[in-house]
């Protein structure tokens, strides 16, 4: 089957936030025999990294999940479901066959009640006001146009040349703009007919909603900029009735805190150091902060389910390699060089 079939499917039955990034160049497609169902997945080592839940109706999960995790051991494989939400959890970790860890969390927002929001806070006001005040205007684009801008590509590259680390893979695709996803929203942030940042919202269709996976700007683009495109989309979204929105994955998210309380001791040691000491190839604090700002209604935690008693080092090893595209060292490695140059810089700066 086909890439088309793998989009029907998500635009009919995608539940996780990631569901239309199954859709994103190198991940394989897995369709169920006699059932309507589908899953994204990479193999690193010998383990199926698959993005997210199975795609199908709620009521087929737990035979799709059984069909794959087949599928998986026929090729000496185990299946480690990443950035799955708690619907999986919830029937899989029943079985002491199964093991999950915590990741993180995704604020999560219902549209409807947006203007509602924007009302009760000033601050946000006040940001929004500001990014008007510099002549910032929100143009919505469609698709196709996009994909074929010069102007949203230079802007969406040198986005990513402001980045830490070098660009991630699998569910973290850096040109989101190259996919084909139906019902796509793009919207462009403009200061005097400028582009100066850029919005991309793919759907989530079986919870009625949308995950908006990219804002990008460029460097000293206005304040409350990125703030003006949420509150664009959210109204947009809002306007169609929608339920359920999210800026995605927080990884580390302090609101996930409980649910990372109950990760094995080996992996809370991992998270905690990471916290401390990776915050300058990877901005969780940062992160975290922007989206509660934004005032969400709650925290949804996401989880990585293996199809293993325990949860393996060797499991988060091949989950890391599926996001680095490569050994996952090389990638922190390349960010620590990029970090040490930018500091050698600042301080040849300083002395002159």
């Known amino acids: ?20 990034q199954i859709l994103n160049p190198g991940i394989a497609h897995w369709f169920a025999s006699g059932t309507p169902a589908v899953v994204g997945y990479v193999r690193r080592r010998n383990v199926l990294i698959a ?21 998986a051991r026929n090729q000496g494989c185990r299946v480690c479901y990443v950035c799955a939400e708690g619907r999986l959890r919830q029937l899989l970790c029943t079985s002491d ?6 990741i993180g969390a995704q604020p999560a927002w219902d549209p409807r009640q947006w203007t509602a929001r924007v009302a009760s806070r000033s601050s946000l006001r006040a940001q929004l006001a500001r990014a008007r005040n510099k002549g910032v205007t929100v143009e919505e684009i469609a698709p196709e ?35 084909t996803v139906a019902g796509r929203v793009v919207l462009v942030g403009r200061q005097y007919e400028r582009a100066v940042a850029l919005l991309l919202a ?8 949308y995950l908006i996976e990219l804002i990008a700007r460029l460097p000293h683009t206005p304040n409350g900029t990125s703030e003006l495109l949420i509150d664009a989309a959210m109204r947009r979204f809002g306007a169609e009735r929608r339920r359920f929105a999210t800026l995605g994955l927080v990884a580390l998210a302090e609101n996930a805190r409980s649910e990372i309380r109950a990760n094995p001791l080996w992996l ?9 000491h990776a915050n300058r190839f990877y901005n969780f604090r940062g992160l975290e902060r922007f989206r509660a700002k934004m ?3 709650r925290w949804e935690p996401v989880y990585a389910v293996s199809n293993e008693p325990r949860f393996s080092i060797v499991t988060l090893y091949a989950t890391g390699e599926a996001f680095a595209a490569g050994a996952p060292w090389r990638v922190l490695a390349a960010g620590a060089l990029r970090a040490l140059r930018e500091e050698l810089a600042t301080l040849r700066g300083a002395v002159r």
């Open 1 to 20: 089957m086909s890439i088309a079939a793998a989009r029907e499917l998500v635009m009919a039955h995608g539940f996780n936030a990631t569901a239309c």
């Open 51 to 71: 993005a997210g839940d199975p795609v199908c109706a709620p009521g087929d999960l737990p035979r799709v999940a059984a069909a794959f995790e087949t599928f």
């Open 97 to 102: 066959r199964y093991s999950a860890i915590a």
């Open 145 to 179: 146009t996009a994909r074929r801008s010069l102007e949203l590509a230079e802007l969406t590259r040198r986005w990513l040349q402001t980045r830490r680390l070098p660009p991630m893979r699998f569910l973290a695709e850096p040109a989101p703009l190259d996919a």
């Open 202 to 209: 793919s759907p989530v269709a079986a919870r009625s909603g």
């Open 268 to 276: 809370r040691l991992l998270m905690a150091l990471a916290r401390a």
């Open 295 to 297: 005032m969400p209604e």
